[in-house]
């Protein structure tokens, strides 16, 4: 599409009750991000209310009309997901708008490719608009759904905004409150002074806010240990309660701590283990984990719909009430067929279904299994089939092949889940971002027990696959050709590993974890890979480029296959004001309680060949990483190396864990003790309790 141009979505495809708008875009230095947004609007062009803006600290829209779903890997490098549920658009609401901006004084001409695209139910492309010459403007209008004559309209804007996010939330009616800074963070562990007629206390793993007067007197909530519980306090006379007044939005990101320790166990010693609601110790064989793997997920999502929501919103289900299924019989000729699963979602009398075919361990889909269940989903009117497995898919490289009767008119999704994003879904939602009330605090909490039980089976990634030892013999003895398949492989396993660890590593920090992709737009994926493959003869080495939202830099990860050692290092720019002693002595500080291996070396004029040393040297001397030809600084490279596990799979000795460990130690021991230079990391309040 072209700016201002205009079409009828009924146009393009038959199935738009549920839409997925992408807005992308591409960064030269790989850390560029800009934030997404969106506005409800009336006939006047104004929002109803301040509940009708959308962003990061209001995701998502009571009713499920709204989600936005942050942001997913592409071959281009990333984009931000939003759904939109058009059925349940309030009939008041005329035109949607999608907006995106950027923070610290950034503006849109640093980006490349701006980009918004829109997709159906079934995940098929419908529009593409490309937005040119965004120039230095602080918030961008990507375009607008509107209605027009009871069918929704999709329009290309292409519009600036020089004041940014709050201006233009402004414009279109949302009182913003930024006057006040954001409170300082707050103890999980501490007492929540009483507000009214209700007295909270957050301990342990969950941090629970409850509100308002409850029926027969106060009511303390404590969270103890995992969950919270809530306890009868002895009424006394009721206190006034003052009137609740909305809170205004704030562009301020929103930051909380999560509970730091769980009250003392009353276990007589450490040989007794807690009761679990999913018991996992007993499972023996493939068929029993796959069996209660998709049973305990589909109970869980159909209880938290905080949680069954998130994992089906991306598949293009509507928001209503969920049910799940297990021992599904569905007839197919004289084999009947039994998905280990089926999801359904009702919504003003229509219904949405999914089958779900679920692997555990490292057993990979079987190509007829799912080709028959989307044959079947096909011929029902059903409009999913999910596959649920610890393999991760890549764009432009489906785990399994299927055909499609493009003379049925019902379209059927195939859709993938890995088991690491419903982990990371889990725990986003239980330690950082809240849910409804306890008690599916508690479920959510003991769904992570379960899937992170060494005998669950759905421990993700764990095996870089049979090309790998060959190929590592073939670099270390220098036999290796260009061309060899095998090494497509390697490369596509260290891509699925890389989104692995930012899956698990943003879930434990509750921040955006994105690999880096520094690729032409429109590059092939696999046209890349096969790039990557041929660099991999050459020089032997396997890398990777990870941006933590909230960090200064991006977190490199290098795998030399000839030397065997893993390099995790950080670029960070050098101060704009001061002078180069007075940088490498907070340099140096700021790194106190980092490894004394650690190296620094002083980047001069964007390039390497500056001084260098270990932590442990220049301690004691810190001008020691100054160049002596006085050279201009322009930032500085901290590294950190270890061996590399010499097996495939995920052992105390494996690749896999040796990459895991060192990502975690460097950001733990180097990238967390670092100059936060870019804004705070966005964490919503703790959702509240029910009352």
């Known amino acids: 599409m072209i700016k201002g141009a205009n079409v009828a979505l009924s146009s393009l495809s038959t199935d738009v009750g549920s839409v997925m708008v992408s807005l992308g875009w591409s960064s030269p230095t790989g850390e560029g991000d800009a934030d997404v947004s969106v506005l409800l609007l009336t006939s006047d062009g104004k929002v109803r209310s301040d509940a009708d803006f959308y962003f990061y600290n209001n995701p998502v829209a009571p009713d499920g009309s709204v989600q936005l779903l942050g942001k997913a890997p592409t071959a281009d490098g990333d984009e931000d997901r939003i759904t939109f549920d058009l059925t349940a658009i309030p ?83 949302v009182d913003i409150d930024d006057s006040a800074e954001t409170g300082p963070e707050e103890s999980a562990e501490e007492p929540v002074e009483a507000v009214g007629q209700v007295a909270v206390e957050a301990v342990g793993q969950v941090a629970i806010e409850a509100v308002g007067p409850v ?46 320790v769980a009250k003392k166990s009353l276990a007589e010693n450490d040989a007794w283990r807690t009761a679990r609601l999913f018991p996992a110790s007993a499972l023996k064989s493939d068929r029993e984990r796959e069996t209660r793997a998709t049973s305990v997920l589909l109970s869980v999502m159909a209880q938290v719909p905080e949680f069954g929501r998130r994992l089906t919103a991306g598949f293009g289900a509507p928001t209503g ?45 079987k190509q007829d299994q799912v080709q028959a269940y989307v044959d079947i989903a096909a011929r029902r009117g059903y409009e999913a089939v999910i596959t649920l497995s610890n393999d991760v898919e890549l764009e432009g490289s489906p785990l399994v092949q299927v055909k499609t009767d493009g003379r049925r008119k019902n379209k ?14 889990a725990q986003m939602l239980i330690r950082h971002e809240g849910v409804a009330n306890a008690s599916h605090a508690w479920l959510l909490q003991e769904l992570l027990h379960y899937l992170q039980h060494e005998n669950s089976g759905c421990h993700g990634f764990q095996n870089m696959g049979p090309a790998w030892v060959p190929v590592r013999n073939g670099i270390d003895d220098e036999t290796l050709c260009q061309g060899d398949a095998r090494t497509v492989d390697v490369v596509e396993s260290w891509e699925r590993l890389v989104r692995q660890v930012c899956l698990r590593l943003g879930g434990e920090l509750g921040q955006k ?41 991006v977190l490199a990860l290098c795998a030399d296959l000839r030397t065997g050692k893993l390099r995790t290092s950080i670029e960070i720019p050098a101060p704009d004001q001061g002078y180069p002693l007075t940088w490498a002595k907070r340099l140096v500080r700021q790194l106190d309680e980092a490894p004394a291996d650690l190296h620094v070396e002083t980047l001069v004029d964007g390039e390497t060949g500056g001084p260098r040393g270990t932590l442990e040297r220049l301690r004691p001397e810190p001008a020691d990483i100054l160049p002596a030809n006085g050279a201009r600084i322009t930032g500085f490279r901290l590294s950190l190396f270890r061996g590399m596990g010499n097996t495939r799979g995920n052992a105390e000795s494996g690749f896999i864990r040796s990459v895991d460990d060192s990502v975690d130690r460097f950001h733990t021991q180097v990238v967390a003790t670092l100059d936060r230079r870019a804004p705070r990391p966005r964490q919503p309040v703790v959702g509240a309790a029910a009352g």
């Not at 909530?221 to 009721?238: C, K, L, N, R």
């Open 91 to 173: 009939a008041d609401v005329e035109r949607i708008v999608v907006a995106a901006s950027r923070y610290e004084g950034a503006g849109f001409g640093d980006l490349d490719d701006l980009r918004l695209t829109l997709a159906d139910t079934s995940g098929e492309g419908l529009l593409r608009y490309s937005v040119a010459d965004a120039g230095a403007v602080g918030a961008l209008l990507f375009g607008e759904l509107y209605r027009r004559a009871g069918d929704w309209k999709f329009r290309a804007i292409g519009q600036g905004y020089g004041s940014g996010l709050a201006g233009l939330a402004t414009d279109f009616g």
């Open 215 to 260: 029926a027969g007197g106060p009511v303390a909530v404590q969270a103890v240990g995992p969950v919270a519980v809530v306890e009868p306090v002895v009424p006394g006379p009721p206190a006034p309660v003052p009137p609740r007044i909305a809170p205004r939005p704030s562009t301020a990101k929103k930051k909380v701590t999560l509970p730091k």
């Open 321 to 365: 009430r969920m049910e799940t299924f297990t021992e599904v019989t569905l007839p197919n000729g004289d084999s009947p067929r039994r998905p280990d699963g089926v999801i359904r979602v009702e919504r003003a009398g229509k219904l949405w279904t999914a089958l779900v075919e679920t692997k555990t361990n490292g057993n990979a889909l």
């Open 412 to 425: 059927v999704a195939l859709r993938h889940l890995s088991w690491a994003e419903v982990t990371h879904q």
């Open 513 to 553: 974890v994105l690999p880096v992709q520094r690729t032409r737009r429109g590059t092939d994926p696999r046209d890349r890979r096969v790039a990557l493959a041929d660099r991999l003869c050459l020089d032997g080495k396997l890398d990777a480029e990870l941006r933590i939202e909230g960090t200064p830099g």
